[in-house]
């Protein structure tokens, strides 16, 4: 089933696919199954986690990263969103480095993360 969405609920939900996002809506889907919840509030606590989310990005990640890959594997622009896959990847952090083989960054524009109060950038 394909939605029409916004794109200020895109920019939101992209903590849905991290691993808390994903655990919660296996949870959800379990308990309606179940009967547990309706699926209007399982809307709803998605909605809430959704900007909970972005608000804690906003709030408490403050620290900035630089990161160098070898290669940008592929990328896609879609509803404001930019999504980029690396490969080969340094970070560069503070007082250490981290390497990775593959780094996807799911990336709103400036006037897209004003209106949805998200950062500019998400690493998974």
Known sequence: MVE???SDQ???????????????QETLDEMLEGG???PGLRSKILE??????????EQQVLDEHKF???????????DDVWTLRFKDVNF???DKEVQ??????IACSDNQ????????????
């Open 4 to 6: 029409n969405k916004s």
């Open 10 to 24: 895109t920019a939101f939900e992209i903590y849905r696919s991290t691993t808390v996002g994903t655990t919660l």
């Open 36 to 38: 547990q919840i309706t």
């Open 48 to 57: 809430q986690f959704d900007k909970s989310a972005a608000a804690v990005m």
């Open 68 to 78: 160098k890959a070898r290669k940008l594997a592929s990328y896609r622009f879609s």
């Open 92 to 94: 560069q952090m503070q």
């Open 100 to 105: 990775a083989d593959k780094v996807l960054v």
């Open 113 to 124: 993360a004003k209106r949805s109060r998200s950062r500019r950038f998400s690493l998974q």
